[in-house]
Each structure stands twice: as structure tokens, then as C-alpha cells.
Nanobody, 124 residues
């Protein structure tokens, strides 16, 4: 079992930056691929970014490429999402996700583990 706890959400003006954190714990946490999803009001949850835990392989949604960066600190079992040049359309609840089967499971939208979510609001 893996537990995920997100932090770092908040309110920011358009063009600003935020960094989200996701601390993973549990016996198999260190072997999981990690990722971020988001869900805006009235919309379905969508993939944002993913990162393999053992190799430096990343995946991004087209809507965030060049603005968001996913990276991790293995020593802390923590994955981060650095969000720059934020837009009002980035407003959503952001969820951390993890799966031992690798980034394909995360990117595919059905990871085994989810965090509780953190709100990001971008004002215009």
C-alpha cells in the first residue's frame, strides 16, 4: 500500500508560479512511477505529468508542456510539480498518483494510488 499526501496549492495570479509537492510513503513507494492529474469544475479528471521513479523519463500533457516540470527527490520519496506561467484555465484540484507498474499505468489514467488533492486557483 502507498499513501500520497499533496501540498503546495493556493491562489496565484495569471503568469505566476506554484510548486506542488507529493510525499509518498509505504513499503513499495520507492518503486512507483508518480504523476499528477487535475480536475476542473464540471470537467473530467485529466492527466498532467508523469515520472518514472527509477529512470529519468517524463511525460506531459500538451497543455502544460514548456510550463510545468515534474521532478523528484528520491531521498525524500517526494515528487514535485513546478508550475510556471500559470493561466486561469489551469485552475483545478490537482491530484498526485502512483503505480508500481510504471508510467504507462499512470499516463493511462488508472493508477493504483491517489492523493486527496490540492486546490490551485489562478486569477486573471
Amino acid at each position: 500500500q502507498v499513501q500520497l499526501v499533496e501540498s503546495g496549492g493556493g491562489l496565484v495570479q495569471a503568469g505566476g508560479s506554484l510548486r506542488l509537492s507529493c510525499a509518498a510513503s509505504g513499503r513499495t513507494a520507492s518503486s512507483c512511477a508518480m504523476g499528477w492529474f487535475r480536475q476542473a469544475p464540471g470537467k473530467e479528471r485529466e492527466f498532467v505529468a508523469a515520472l518514472a521513479w527509477s529512470i529519468r523519463s517524463t511525460n506531459y500533457a500538451d497543455s502544460v508542456k514548456g510550463r510545468f516540470t515534474i521532478f523528484r527527490d528520491n531521498a525524500k520519496n517526494t515528487v514535485y510539480l513546478q508550475m510556471n506561467s500559470l493561466k486561469p484555465e489551469d485552475t483545478a484540484v490537482y491530484y498526485c498518483a502512483a503505480d508500481q507498474k510504471g508510467t504507462s499505468a499512470v499516463v493511462g489514467g488508472s493508477p493504483s494510488y491517489w492523493g486527496q488533492g490540492t486546490q490551485v486557483t489562478v486569477s486573471s
